[in-house]
């Protein structure tokens, strides 16, 4: 399973200096995208142990620049941006639980090189590793290539302003000598060692593409004396890409902390690809590939996908319990077709309702229930519930607690008088708020044309991000009603609405108080008796119960009028 978000920042930046601490030896790979992370992150290999189970795992992470740079089809001589290596760490970051040390190169410019430890740091990586040749370097194992080192005192200078720059005392930078690949001898390692050390290097990598490690045996022999003279400790590193028979072991008697397999990961993937490609060309087929393929569900496994469907079953099985309650009592304001209710005047063939029922049913929901009132002999679809308003021209708050039995679990609420599409009652499938409305964001482009009466709402935080998707974050309503003034309203409630059984409790609970207890105007109603829906919902906000809404720009349109008839004839099909 994906390790996305398990660690925050702060929190994986300072694991290597704590596994420094507390283990003889820090085993780090190659990683170079998400995936490549995702594998190293998470391969543990189970060892049976005098009846206890040891684990065998990597500690730590190495972002190398060589593979990031082969795995965009470039060569390893900075050519890839600080940007673009910023943006594959971030992927990495965002996949594992293990500490990360990043390839910095020669570090680049100080201004550059102070700007990528930034924001190395604020990604949560660990440390750095920068190779004291000059800009732009050539990659080490190759043999064939000029290696021009940098002065001591330039790359010990840039050490220095490095640290300066840091934010973190977590952070670390490590210095990697490249005088044994450019052909110097340990003598010349072990004096820049110095003066990296003496600069700030909280540790040195000394490297080395020989196959026969007797060099760099030599100079971790001669470091352990160095630390002795300069009376502090910093840890050495190495990379055993060359001398790859040595173990281990071998490696941290002699004093190596971390060990990095720099580029194994990349490697591999190349040699299996290429198989993998001559296969399928030799037999015009893929089936003889697939067992040198990972299976496509241990892979979407890995890449989290198992929670996702988690959550769409989840999704399922709301919409399976979800009820809607569509309160369509009330006579219509404006007559559209004499002794028609809104919800059953036809648009190109089907009721408005039907278009509702259509809709819901799409999305899963079957638990319909309608308030008849006005011209309830026109209502007659199989499968859905009714109540009848007693009174039908009371507020259409009383209308809706006709069916106050179907809200004990929570419900949604749809007006009787508004067409839309799924995207509106999939947002509020989504929505984990008590109580939720839809609001229209582009409300305040179109205020100075609204000729008609609508239920306005004013949001804590301001609308205008009108560029993004429909489905905004939920955010809180401060103010809903037909009198806020239009330049004020930065949305406007369309309709629908989601009370979660909480929401549905104490929606009930302050009806039943307000009946009970309330005398005089009730908000823009001249009293409880005539109270609207709108008006019970600024009621609970006035009592401290939070109401969120959801922003949308599309996919809705009401009916109120012979105007809003004459469009949706002309829009919906």
């Known amino acids: 399973m994906s390790a996305r978000r398990r660690h925050s920042p702060e929190e994986l930046r300072g694991k290597l200096r704590t596994l420094l601490e507390n283990k003889q030896l820090v085993r780090a790979i190659e990683v170079h995208d998400g995936i490549s992370a995702l594998v190293a992150n998470n391969v543990k290999l189970e060892l049976g142990n005098g009846g206890e189970n040891n684990f065998l795992e990597f500690d730590a992470l190495w972002g190398s620049g060589f593979t990031d740079s082969t795995s965009k089809g470039l060569p390893d001589i900075e050519l890839v941006s600080p940007d673009s290596r910023l943006s594959t760490i971030e992927r990495i970051m965002n996949v594992t639980d293990k500490p990360l040390i990043v390839d ?10 102070e700007y990528f430890l930034n924001r190395l740091e604020l990604l949560g990586v660990s440390a750095v590793v920068i190779e004291d040749k000059t800009y732009p370097k050539r990659n080490s194992l190759d043999d064939g290539s000029i290696q021009n080192l940098e002065a001591p005192e330039v790359f010990a200078n840039k050490i220095r302003l490095g640290k300066e720059a840091l934010l973190s005392k977590d952070f670390m930078i490590f210095a990697r000598i490249e005088s044994l690949i450019a052909g110097f001898d340990v003598e010349d390692a072990l004096l820049r060692a110095e003066k990296y050390l003496q600069a700030g290097a909280d540790g040195i990598l000394i490297h080395s593409r020989e196959t026969d490690p007797v060099r760099v045996l030599k100079f971790a022999k001669e470091y352990s004396k160095l630390l002795e003279k300069i009376g502090f400790y910093r840890p050495l590193i190495c990379v055993p890409t060359t001398y790859n028979t040595i173990k281990e072991e071998e490696l941290c008697e002699h004093g190596f902390k971390i060990v990095i397999y720099a580029n194994h990961l990349l490697r591999a993937s190349v040699k299996s690809m290429q198989a993998v490609c001559k296969n399928i060309l030799l037999k015009g087929r893929a089936f003889e590939s697939e067992p040198y393929c990972t299976p496509i569900t241990t892979i979407m496994h890995m890449v989290g996908f198992e929670k996702i469907k988690e959550r769409d079953l989840q999704l399922l099985l709301d919409k399976s319990k979800a009820k809607v309650i569509i309160p369509a009592a009330g006579k219509p304001k404006e007559t559209i077709i004499e002794c028609m209710p809104s919800a059953m005047l036809d648009v190109n063939g089907k009721t408005v309702m039907q278009r509702q029922l259509d809709v819901l049913r799409h999305c899963g929901i079957a638990d319909v229930t309608v308030v008849r009132g006005y011209a309830k002999e026109k209502f007659s679809y199989n499968g859905v519930k009714y109540y009848d308003a007693p009174d039908y021209t009371t507020g259409s708050l009383h209308s809706l607690f006709s069916a106050q039995a179907e809200m004990d679990h929570g419900f949604f609420l749809i ?50 991000y009108y560029r993004q998707p429909s489905i905004a974050l939920e955010k809180e309503v401060t103010y809903i009603g037909k009198k806020i003034k239009k330049d004020i309203a930065t949305h406007e409630f369309i309709g629908i609405a989601k009370f979660s059984e909480y ?13 009970k207890n309330h005398s005089g105007r009730f908000h823009e109603s001249e009293s409880f008796g005539k109270a609207s829906i709108v008006d019970m919902i600024q009621e609970m906000i006035d009592r401290g ?24 004839k002309k829009v919906v099909y």
């Open 545 to 568: 119960f939070t109401v969120n809404y959801i922003e949308t720009n599309k996919g809705w349109m009401e009916i109120h009028n012979k105007k809003d008839y004459e469009m949706a």
């Open 415 to 464: 007006f009787s008088d508004i067409l839309f599409d799924e995207s509106i009652i999939v947002s509020l499938l989504k929505s984990t708020a008590d109580i939720v409305l839809i609001a229209d964001a582009s409300y305040p482009y179109h205020r100075h044309e609204i000729d008609k009466e609508l239920d306005l709402l004013i949001g804590k935080q301001e609308g205008g």
């Open 503 to 515: 929401g549905a409790k104490n929606l009930k609970e302050l009806y039943s108080d307000c009946l």
């Open 104 to 113: 910095g190169d020669t570090g680049g410019e100080i201004a550059n090189f």
